[in-house]
């Protein structure tokens, strides 16, 4: 077996007649990542360049997909219907032979904050490119595939994990490039609470939430700027918790009381969560907050025995009757993991 790691590589042009998996490679196996996304640092976009996002790759849960060629078409497992989209859209583009077996086994859940849609469309078109031998990036991946309209968190997440910011959009139509990256110490561990019940804001909801919104401040934009660059990145470099997650945690309280009003008028998507949130923050937990639309929230825990505390709490705290679920991840330093499996002779 071979283990490939996400590279640059440049797109293929289409050809007349179908293009056939290579006769080298059986099968592809692709493991990625889900990520937290922590929030904007400038929605007013004054200066050219508007979102500008930090994101965390974390280890659990996480999107495993596998493809070889088939007799016939056939696509299993979870969120098979937005992986045949995705599928679809890549043998059309690069005139490939369709008889092909997508297999999902494993997948974020969709549309609770820890990027699903971007995940899925990245590991199938990873897994595509290197059964054919397209030698595709993740960044022509998303763009083939529409994904990172906002932000390129979950790309640069794909790529290489750790803890990560985006440059946000500007005035050109190109993915946000990534500013900084940095290592998520190893020891820290992240404290997941989902709440079964709901869903955050996805598609014409999630549109529409961004249109409604008032403008964002240009003195917020700044001082989130300078929070990042002076606070949050140095604590992370010195692997201070306590104040990587204080930075983290006026991040979330700036962006979540703007982004209130579209959010039932309540700084987090779901009220439960809001008050495992509350507690934990109480307990000493520096660093809490929602990622991305939610509900999904998190705190950052210094250790794996620490982490396990609060869990058994949180869990005899709310049983899963009250629909609340917890979870303890590792931050995820490396990409995507690509297994290729040679063909046999």
């Excluded at 490939?96 to 699903?116: E, F, N, Q, T, W």
């Amino acid at each position: 077996m071979i283990v490939a790691r996400p590279g640059a590589g440049n797109a293929v042009t289409e050809t007349s007649d179908a293009r056939v998996p290579l006769d080298t490679v059986e099968r592809v196996t692709v493991t990625v990542p889900a990520r937290l996304h922590l929030g904007f640092i400038d929605l007013n976009g004054g200066l050219g360049r508007r979102f500008g996002s930090v994101g965390i790759a974390i280890d659990t849960p996480h999107t495993r997909v596998s493809i070889d060629a088939h007799e016939r078409p056939q696509i299993e497992g979870p969120d098979a219907e937005r992986a045949r989209g995705h599928l679809r859209t890549l043998v059309h583009q690069f005139n490939l032979d369709h008889r092909l077996r997508l297999r999902i086994h494993d997948v974020i859940p969709s549309h609770v904050g820890l990027g699903s849609g971007t995940q899925l469309g990245l590991a199938t078109g990873a897994a595509v490119s290197h059964l054919f031998g397209l030698s595709l990036d993740a960044r022509s991946i998303a763009r083939l595939l529409e994904r990172g309209a906002r932000s390129s968190i979950g790309i640069a997440t794909f790529e290489q994990g750790g803890v990560v910011i985006d440059g946000g959009r500007g005035e050109e139509d190109a993915l946000p490039p990534v500013v900084s990256r940095l290592p998520f110490p190893e020891r820290w561990r992240i404290l997941l609470v989902y709440d079964q019940g709901r869903q955050g804001l996805h598609g014409p909801s999630e549109v529409e939430a961004f249109r409604r919104l008032r403008p964002f401040p240009a003195e917020a934009a700044a001082h989130l700027c300078r929070l990042m660059l002076m606070a949050a990145l140095p604590a992370l470099a010195e692997e201070n918790i306590d104040r990587f997650g204080a930075a983290v945690a006026e991040l979330q309280q700036v962006i979540g009381d703007h982004f209130s009003p579209v959010q039932g008028g309540s700084r987090f998507m779901s009220d439960s969560v809001a008050q495992v949130l509350t507690w934990l923050q109480a307990e000493g937990i520096a660093g809490i907050g929602q990622s991305s639309w939610g509900p999904t929230g998190f705190g950052l825990i210094a250790s794996e025995a620490d982490a396990e505390k609060f869990v058994a709490a949180a869990r005899r705290r709310w049983p899963p009757t009250t629909g609340l679920a917890f979870a303890i991840s590792r931050g995820r330093n490396r990409g995507a993991d690509i297994e290729i499996l040679p063909a046999t002779t």
